[in-house]
């Protein structure tokens, strides 16, 4: 079973819409364009299993570009265009990209690749890149996405055609797609969270309104989805959050039937407020991961959405993915006990990207272990306690520490360097350096932005830097990420606390 293979397949679909807004097209013409799009691949000489980097905004260009690497069978390599040159050209490096696509100029590519040949295309920029390096790939491979993990730079994880297939379907099914179904994508096109949410709309034969500006201009979102009375909204809570502040006087809301909430923890005031915002539509709580396609579990709240002072339960797994819960010896744990999470199915990933020994360590006799803490509770849905890891969630983007410290740790002035993550309103946490410097304040704050800003992509600069005697260490000389933790929140609120006025 593919689905990529049933959408590229479809007869009879040419006059239904595929795409909305100002790129609307329907299925016939998106299917030409992804057609015509994979034989200038292969003119330029991409074949069979060589990987493909698309580096595009959520667009029309980006929808067609993942379908025509699927029609040459390449492996495809989603970057988001808002990275750094550091950033994306450490993914094309460490993928062996063949194929750059992207809506660069010429100039900006060569700030990191130096293409063999460079055309365009309908507005797309193909770049020929040197593909002498060893190719990796197996037959089924079909995604390389590059995630943030513990070893500092992002790691690439191998989806294969076949997991993410039985990912997709499930997750349209549990949503009951059907062609009627509308939906706005505006979350990071790098990461398999967007990914799904094109794919299960196109196989369910729906609509996709791409918008690119992300979270950028908030207020439009709302006012896209009355215009073109979508059905479906995929966010996390900080998005809701923007939509739930933003001024919605006479916008009709009402076509919304369901919210796919994710990526961070969802409470009953913050879903309270959603459903208000959105009268006729039902709320489904998820848990994922990168190594599952993304999508691990789904949990539709009541209707009515009481009291609740935890954070809402995730759901039980979808169909073909399963979940058990363990201690630190591997043993499942009796039903609400805490225990770190493990995934098993059919939507399981190939493995890490030329890691092997990372794959044997995280995933164990056919069970990934996820490093997120959870239960099952009385109804046997599953609960999120919290990370295990160390990975900081700031917004949509998943954020390493150390691949932020190895940017601040070569900043003149800094000795050592901590990061770690901080509550804030908005975005449920944001990076906060600790720093070692015989520097004062303002001028290794200055030196420690100034670095980021040029290295890393702005979810991963710190929002503030606190100048420490010592980083907290454990008795082998590593970060003590408990300890760490403990000291950014303690500085945070010392701060918070000065910067209060006097009431005198």
Known sequence: MSIFADIVGREGW???????????????TLLRDAQHLAEAFRAGGLTRRQT???????????VTALLAAYLVDAVIVPINPNSTADEIGHVLGDSSASLLVSAFTEERISRFAKPTSTRSL?????????????????????????????????KGVILTDLGLSHNISAVANHLALSPGDRTIVFTPPAYTYALNQVFIHLWAGGALLPYRHGLMYPVQIPKAIAEHRM???????????????????????????YIVSGGQPLYSRLAASVMSLFPQARITSMYGCTENGPRVSHGW??????????????????????????????????RGETGEICV???????????????????????????????????????VLVGRANNIISVGHEKVSPEEV????????????VAVGGAPDPL??????????????????????????????????????????????????????????????????????????????
């Open 427 to 504: 975005l449920d946490t944001v990076a906060v350096a600790l720093v070692v410097s015989p520097l004062d304040i303002e001028a290794v704050t200055e030196r420690v932005l100034v670095a980021c800003r040029n290295r890393l992509s702005s979810p991963k600069n710190p929002r503030r830097v606190f100048r420490v005697n010592d980083i907290p260490k454990t008795p082998y000389g590593k970060h003590d990420r408990k300890a760490i933790k403990s000291l950014i929140g303690q500085l945070v609120c010392e701060r918070e606390l000065s910067e209060v006025p006097s009431s005198q």
């Open 344 to 382: 098993g199915g059919r939507s399981m990933m190939r493995g890490y990207w030329r890691q092997p020994e990372l794959t044997r360590a995280t995933v164990r006799n056919g069970w990934f272990h996820s490093g997120d803490l959870g239960y099952f509770d009385d109804a046997g849905e599953l």
């Open 231 to 257: 059905t479906g909204l995929a966010a996390n809570p900080t998005s809701l959050r923007l939509f739930v502040s933003q001024r919605t006087s006479g916008r009709d809301l009402s076509s919304v039937r």
């Open 52 to 62: 493909v980097a698309i580096c595009l905004p959520v667009s029309r260009g980006y």
């Open 14 to 28: 040419g006059d239904r819409t595929a795409l909305l807004g100002d790129e609307g097209c329907d299925y016939g």
């Open 301 to 334: 709240l009541p209707s009515v959405v009481p009291a609740r002072e935890s954070a809402w339960p995730v759901g039980p797994a979808l169909a073909g993915t399963t979940i058990k819960i363990v201690d630190p010896s591997g043993q499942a744990v009796a």
């Open 122 to 154: 309908d507005g797309l920029c193909l770049s020929s890149l040197d593909a002498s390096a060893v190719n990796d790939t197996e037959d089924g491979d079909r995604f390389l996405i590059y995630t943030s993990g513990s070893t500092g730079r992002p």
């Open 405 to 416: 410290e190895a940017v601040i740790g070569q900043v003149d002035g800094v000795t050592d």
